[in-house]
């Protein structure tokens, strides 16, 4: 069906992350013919989550993409004519560099998964009916809210899952080892297969450990829905008033996010947030707990109240909160979970994240942020739905080679994709990480650090830690570095299997990944293979697995970086290091108001009954069914998906 693609659109968009998902459904909405192209086999590009398979997969497409030639551009060149030019576009992804795995989990490959064939058998033993779900609604449009362990559906989503299969467990850690920029897997358990055997604690108030074994989490891989990058959703965010401005809120369900974690002298412990958390809390004096509300409420309206902090404002927010009154014990809580910023920020930029924190209590719950079910993944997959709803027209494994400028005007008339066929549009959304050495020879990127953990217990451990998301922010270990983010997944999530959690660290980076981010690991968690020698760090959650990687940051960069850009090409960056996903969403609509400045920016959808049909002889049509064309390579794999955007769209 990809050989017979239109040769005519309105708007061709080149890659399916986030900020070019939004535009795609923007722009289907507004009536515009939209051709929505990625050369990867997943939705999402650096956005996308996948199963624990779907990301093996994803690490070996790596590898192999970088001992790839560059291909010949012979073919397309002779498609080019006189009076035009053409852009090479990248043909290979490199905005994901120094990939190291460690696998700390037993790997007897004649370990007992009884309970884990059992779980598989009966699903519902692992899930149960929700005890508290709401469904919140907002000028007639909602957003589902989970508050508790949500059932599994008949089939997990994954990842749109990858054809290229990974099932042999002694293949995967028998790969070569490839080391700088190439991935680099380190296998990290003993000879001994008594080594790892459970380990008696005499600590009654622990809670039993279940071992669980690379096998286990191989065979239960379709239970993870692991995400490139980490972020969550601010319930008085940007993305959250779109998703339900828009409607596209249907497509999805979200979970609280349940803890706000702090880490001081080498202990984790939670942060009262509201004010029933404060007066709550058990690790506050009564004068601290006053000192706290006093200050949270000035900072609700800090504007109010200039003259408590012009004389600051050339100061940083550190040195602002000590001015304050605050305990030692405060400050902390206030600038590294409350405010989440580096103690060197300004005492504005403090004083500004406080005030977004607090606003977004309460809406969803009890914390600030909810998390999406399945993974940050979906949400880009949301917005591509909508966008076929309304007509747009969706290839995956596509790839697009040039783009055709026209000497005389300036403007790009049309793209060449892999096939040879020429298909002309009149504006181009292309993905930074498509665009050529030579366009981005005077960008200057960021890098982000990141590690993907799966661990066997909660970093602070609690009757009901299998119910809790949780994040925490680790102040820099040393001058000089970051601070680091910490996102705690737990099994109802749909991100992980049952016992076990799946943690994300995610900091600016320095150095490697690993280099940045292995110090806080090790200060939070013992490698599994290490807990027989050193049973006092029981204490600590076991580490299971663990993933480093560096992430392009592509944010941030002006226009006028890139060369040549044609006048009606337009850049979408990739992930940025924030919490947030507000980055995407300004750069999304942006974007649509220059190109369609007329334009609303994805309105609400019409209601049917509101719906007028030309022709009395004519039957009326469901909305969305109306000359919806799907085109995408044919692949038995991604056929069998029920949750790829095609199969939900398709009637």
Not at 172 to 183: F, N, P, R, V
Not at 303 to 323: G, I, M, N, R, W
Not at 419 to 439: C, G, H, M, P
Not at 616 to 640: C, F, H, R, V
Request: hydrophobic share 30%; glycine share 4%.
């Amino acid at each position: 069906m990809a050989d017979s693609l239109p040769t005519e659109f309105d708007v061709v968009i080149i890659g399916t992350g986030l900020p070019e998902s939004i535009l795609a459904a923007a722009c289907s909405r507004s009536g515009q013919r939209v051709l929505h192209l990625d050369s990867r086999s997943y939705y999402g590009g650096n956005w996308a989550s996948f199963s624990f398979s779907g990301l093996l997969s994803w690490l070996k497409e790596h590898q192999q993409n970088g001992d790839n030639a560059e291909e010949s551009t012979a073919s397309w060149q002779g498609l080019v004519h006189e009076t035009e030019e053409a852009i090479a576009l990248r043909k290979k992804d490199e905005t994901i560099e120094h990939i190291e795995v460690f696998c700390y989990a037993s790997q007897d490959m004649d370990d007992n998964i009884e309970e884990i064939s059992a779980l598989q058998k009966n699903p519902s033993a692992v899930t149960s009916k929700p005890l508290d779900s709401v469904c919140l609604s907002e000028e007639t449009n909602s957003l589902h809210v989970t508050s508790s362990e949500t059932p599994a559906k008949d089939t997990p989503k994954s990842d749109e899952e990858i054809s290229l299969e990974v099932t042999d467990v002694e293949d995967i850690l028998a790969e070569e080892k490839y080391c700088g920029d190439k991935t680099c897997i380190n296998t990290a358990s003993g000879g001994d297969k008594d080594e790892n055997k459970p380990i008696e604690e005499d600590n009654t108030d622990q809670p039993k450990r279940n071992r669980i074994t690379y096998t286990q989490i191989v065979k239960e891989g379709r239970r993870f829905n692991i995400d490139l990058v980490s972020k969550l959703l601010y319930s008085q965010g940007l993305l959250i008033d779109l998703l339900i401005k828009s409607n596209v809120s249907r497509y999805a369900e979200f979970k609280n996010v349940t803890r706000i974690l702090a880490f001081r002298e080498g202990k984790v412990e939670q942060v009262p947030c509201s004010r029933a958390d404060v007066f709550n809390s058990k690790e506050l004096t009564m004068v601290e707990k006053r000192i706290l509300m006093k200050f949270l409420t000035f900072c609700l309206d800090y504007e109010q109240h200039p003259d408590q902090y012009q004389a600051f404002v050339h100061c940083s927010f550190s040195d602002y909160l000590k001015t304050k009154k605050l305990t030692p014990n405060l400050q902390h809580f206030v600038l590294h979970s409350i405010a989440m910023t580096e103690s060197s920020c300004t005492t504005i930029d403090g004083l500004k994240a406080t005030k977004n924190f607090l606003r977004c209590l309460g809406r969803f719950g009890n914390t600030p942020f909810l998390f999406p079910l399945y993974g940050q993944g979906e949400i880009p997959q949301c917005f591509c739905r909508m966008c076929a709803v309304f007509g747009g027209i969706y290839c995956l494994r596509h790839k697009v080679q040039c783009l055709i400028v026209d000497k005389e005007s300036g403007r790009c008339k049309a793209i060449i994709d892999h096939l040879d066929q020429r298909i002309n549009a009149k504006y181009f959304i292309v993905e930074d990480s498509y665009l050529s050495e030579e366009t981005c020879s005077n960008v200057q990127y960021k890098q982000i650090s990141r590690a993907v953990l799966i661990t066997d217990q909660s970093i602070l451990k609690k009757a009901d830690s299998d119910q809790q998301i949780s994040i925490l922010i680790v102040p820099p270990m040393e001058s000089g570095t970051c601070a680091v983010r910490v996102t705690e997944l737990c099994s109802s999530t749909m991100t992980c299997m049952k016992d076990t959690y799946l943690v994300h660290l995610t900091c600016s980076s320095s150095k490697t990944a690993r280099e940045d981010l292995e110090s806080v690991v090790k200060k939070l968690f013992t490698p599994y293979t290490e807990t027989e020698i050193d049973k006092e760090e029981l204490t600590k959650p076991r580490l299971l697995w663990a993933l480093y990687f560096n992430m392009r940051d592509s944010s941030g960069i002006s226009r006028s970086s890139y060369n040549g850009l044609p006048s009606n090409v337009y850049v979408c960056s990739g992930p940025d290091c924030g919490l947030g996903n507000e980055h995407a969403v300004k750069q999304a609509e942006t974007l649509f108001q220059e190109i369609f400045p007329n334009e609303d920016f994805c309105p609400p959808p019409p209601n049917p009954e509101d719906i007028i049909f030309d022709g009395d002889d004519k039957q009326p049509e469901a909305l969305g069914t109306n000359n919806i064309i799907m085109a995408k390579p044919d692949s038995s794999e991604e056929n069998k998906n029920p949750e790829s955007p095609e199969n939900h769209l398709q009637n």
